[in-house]
């Protein structure tokens, strides 16, 4: 029988350590199985992810295999070729379709306070919100249009390469839990009446006034392989770009471009900028904190 307080014994017997040639070695065939399959995707569906974020890229794919039950991204990429369902299951994870309303209420303040006044120079009105997602930030711009009497004579074309996240935008409906955080930013970012009379509560969901879509378009656009297709006064892409890497982000830019009007309005996310883009000339800052850009004249 051994001592009490008796000495422990030697450790137990483990396997070698992983030597750092092995470690750089999975690294880099991790790499190579991701392009693969990005190509496969591209080839298969032409939604071409060739050109997002690889660190990014990386991250969604691993936690994609934890929650698909699979094995490696080679077993991955099989199944995606030989199912499409599974492919758009894959396809919720490589766009992460999160958001909320009025995000950034001070960019929203900005919107209200900077550019709709030289909106309301216009006629007509063409936006242009890339990446909408699920719709948050597509039913906050058409809230603050009506508050500023501007959404009888604008056109809002909501596009997202995710089907499953556009269906959710048309519906207009978000779960109430999220209510309290949208009403907050909404009084931050300037709005003008009760959020509440926007919605509608039933069964844990607010469902939002269906006058609001009335004056939108919901489109499925790739900003990697599609091109223009309508001239608009303000474009917004927020944290969309912070997934692409240059040369992606270069494409992007070169599309809001071409697509904005003489002296039109660009929007980014709070963590994006066109500094360092191939278009940092053909832009001007209109508010910079809030990563508000305004078209140079005369270039094409």
Not at 32 to 44: C, G, H, T, V
Request: charge should be neutral.
């Amino acid at each position: 029988m051994p001592q009490k307080n008796s000495p422990a014994g030697p450790p137990a017997a483990t396997g070698p350590a992983a030597e750092p040639g092995d470690i750089l070695q999975a690294a880099a065939t991790t790499d190579i199985e991701l392009k693969r399959l990005m190509e496969a995707i591209y080839l298969k569906y032409s939604y071409d992810f060739r050109d997002y974020s690889g660190a990014s890229q990386k991250r969604r794919v691993l936690y994609a295999l934890t929650q698909l039950a699979c094995p490696s991204i080679s077993e991955l990429q099989s199944r995606v070729l030989d199912d499409p369902r599974m492919f758009q299951q894959v396809l919720q994870y490589l766009t992460i379709p999160v958001s909320e309303m009025f995000r950034d209420p001070s960019f929203f303040l900005a919107l209200r306070q900077q550019v709709v006044p030289h909106l309301r120079t216009y006629a007509s009105i063409k936006v242009w919100i890339a990446g909408c997602s699920t719709g948050e930030e597509v039913y906050s711009l058409a809230i603050l249009l009506r508050e500023e009497g501007l959404l009888e004579r604008s056109l809002i074309y909501a596009t997202d390469i995710n089907p499953v996240s556009l269906d959710k935008a048309r519906q207009g409906i978000f779960p109430l839990s999220s209510i309290r955080g949208f009403t907050a930013n909404y009084q931050q970012s300037g709005g003008q009446q009760a959020f509440a009379d926007y919605y509608t509560a039933a069964y844990a969901a607010a469902i939002f006034d269906k006058s609001l879509r009335e004056n939108i378009v919901f489109a499925d656009h790739s900003l990697a392989t599609d091109s223009v297709f309508s001239e608009t006064q303000l474009v917004l892409c927020r944290n969309v770009l912070i997934y692409f890497n240059k040369k992606l982000q270069d494409r992007a830019f070169g599309l809001f471009h071409e697509s904005l009007g003489h002296r039109g309005f660009l929007g980014l996310g709070s963590k994006e900028s066109i500094d360092f883009s191939s278009y940092a000339t053909r832009f001007e800052p209109l508010v910079r904190a809030e990563r508000i850009f305004r078209k140079r004249p005369g270039l094409v």
